[in-house]
């Protein structure tokens, strides 16, 4: 790895969390914003990665994207698992998803089709590239978030747990 790959993940947070949202996103919204707030101006975190799923990814991308205007340095990347991520979301989360590819700053396709292992790259990608963990992961769940909290946690990556 060169010193400016490790630069650039030295200066990286993702996200990850479950699609459904417990109790008010306007809360969550606010609570993101202010740890992103405090990433940036604390840490010097500009790029933020999120997976493109429903739910929180969806939340924290919205949360980088509005941000932008106050802190016009930041970055959002958006790692996503296949080109056919959509294909089975209801049509105002696709038009919610399209408007956030759209907006982002680059993004990155880590299989180039549906496979069974596809989210599971997706979200090792996530970790891999970053030095910070936003999450959203209740206590006990299992699956893909928990999967991912637990691999950031093994890379010794700060996990800030936004779940109440």
Same mark, same amino acid.
């Given at each position: 790895m060169t010193d400016l790959q490790l630069s650039a993940i030295q200066k990286s947070c993702c996200f990850t969390g479950h699609r459904r949202i417990v109790g008010s996103c306007a809360s969550?919204?606010?609570?993101?914003?202010?740890?992103?707030?405090?990433?940036?101006?604390?840490?010097g975190v500009v790029n933020f990665i999120a997976g493109g799923a429903l739910g929180f990814d969806t939340l924290a991308a919205e949360a980088v994207l509005a941000l932008k205007e106050e802190y016009p340095q930041i970055r959002l990347l958006l790692a996503l698992p296949c080109p056919e991520q959509t294909r089975a979301w209801k049509q105002e989360d696709i038009a919610r998803y399209e408007?956030?590819?759209? #907006?982002?700053?680059?993004?990155? +396709?880590?299989?180039?089709?549906?496979?069974?292992?596809?989210?599971?790259?997706? *979200?090792? =990608?996530?970790?891999?590239?970053?030095?910070?963990?936003?999450?959203?992961?209740?206590?006990? #769940?299992?699956?893909?978030?928990? +999967?991912?909290?637990?691999?950031?946690?093994?890379?010794?990556?700060?996990?800030? *747990?936004? =779940?109440?």
């Amino acid at each position: 790895m060169t010193d400016l790959q490790l630069s650039a993940i030295q200066k990286s947070c993702c996200f990850t969390g479950h699609r459904r949202i417990v109790g008010s996103c306007a809360s969550l919204q606010k609570r993101l914003k202010e740890t992103v707030q405090r990433l940036i101006e604390e840490a010097g975190v500009v790029n933020f990665i999120a997976g493109g799923a429903l739910g929180f990814d969806t939340l924290a991308a919205e949360a980088v994207l509005a941000l932008k205007e106050e802190y016009p340095q930041i970055r959002l990347l958006l790692a996503l698992p296949c080109p056919e991520q959509t294909r089975a979301w209801k049509q105002e989360d696709i038009a919610r998803y399209e408007r956030i590819l759209a #907006a982002c700053d680059k993004h990155v +396709y880590v299989s180039d089709r549906y496979t069974a292992q596809c989210m599971h790259e997706r *979200n090792r =990608f996530l970790v891999d590239h970053s030095a910070f963990c936003i999450a959203y992961l209740e206590d006990g #769940a299992k699956g893909g978030t928990a +999967y991912t909290v637990a691999y950031a946690q093994k890379k010794g990556i700060p996990i800030v *747990n936004l =779940f109440i």
